[in-house]
T-cell receptor
Framework: NAGVMQNPRHLVRRRGQEARLRCSPMKGHSHVYWYRQLPEEGLKFMVY????????ESGMPKERFSAEFPKEGPSILRIQQVVRGDSAAYFC??????????????FGPGTRLTVT | SQQGEEDPQALSIQEGENATMNCSYK?????LQWYRQNSGRGLVHLILIRSNEREKHSGRLRVTLDTSKKSSSLLITASRAADTASYFCATPRYGGSQGNLIFGKGTKLSVKP
């Protein structure tokens, strides 16, 4: 059973360009989470999605950032008009729907975004 | 604001010794999780402990939870060089979805051979 897949692993964008980060959850997992990590910091929650639904986007910046998890295909985190402050590691995680209210999350290897 | 905070920020021990890391949080929770992150990698889930549990074991790991003190500890016994990593506690955001986890800044553990 393959783990959570993220691509690309490294992404370099110039200021003003768009960045698209992809995440394929573990097989059988219907919940996807995106986090951002700055150097020497913990992870900061961005968004929680189920198929075709955004459950919690309280951590998403109001502008330039969007996320989707379509019925078919990977989850996409899109950052428009990137700025240097967007440089960070972006991690995706997935979990099954346990129904217990407690979710163990399984993380991908991350995408390291560098904005030049 | 609710936040898990790990203590100490950094810990250096010799192989074979035990390592203890602590986590404090500020609001009511129904579960707390510990994760490990090797340098440059994604996080690996270690243990989830629920609010009605006081202690949980997994191999060389022992986690305790004291809801009255709003604190948890992670003990790694008989440490190995391969345990060198950063360790994070995570709690669900109070009033948010269960999937919305708040991570502390982590404890950076170095185990010297």
């Amino acid at each position: 059973n393959a783990g959570v897949m993220q691509n690309p692993r490294h992404l370099v964008r110039r200021r003003g360009q768009e960045a698209r980060l992809r995440c394929s959850p573990m097989k059988g997992h219907s919940h996807v989470y995106w986090y951002r990590q700055l150097p020497e910091e913990g992870l900061k929650f961005m968004v929680y999605l189920q198929k075709e639904n955004i459950i919690d986007e309280s951590g998403m910046p109001k502008e330039r950032f969007s996320a989707e998890f379509p019925k078919e295909g990977p989850s996409i985190l899109r950052i428009q008009q990137v700025v240097r402050g967007d440089s960070a590691a972006y991690f995706c995680a997935s979990s099954p729907a346990t129904g217990t209210g407690a979710y163990e999350q399984y993380f991908g290897p991350g995408t390291r975004l560098t904005v030049t | 604001s609710q936040q898990g905070e790990e203590d100490p920020q950094a810990l250096s021990i010799q192989e074979g010794e035990n390592a203890t890391m602590n986590c404090s949080y500020k609001t009511s929770i129904n579960n707390l999780q510990w994760y490990r992150q090797n340098s440059g990698r994604g996080l690996v889930h270690l243990i989830l402990i629920r609010s009605n549990e006081r202690e949980k074991h997994s191999g060389r790991l022992r986690v305790t939870l004291d809801t009255s003190k709003k604190s948890s500890s992670l003990l790694i016994t008989a440490s190995r060089a391969a345990d060198t990593a950063s360790y994070f506690c995570a709690t669900p955001r109070y009033g948010g979805s269960q999937g919305n986890l708040i991570f502390g800044k982590g404890t950076k553990l170095s185990v010297k051979p």
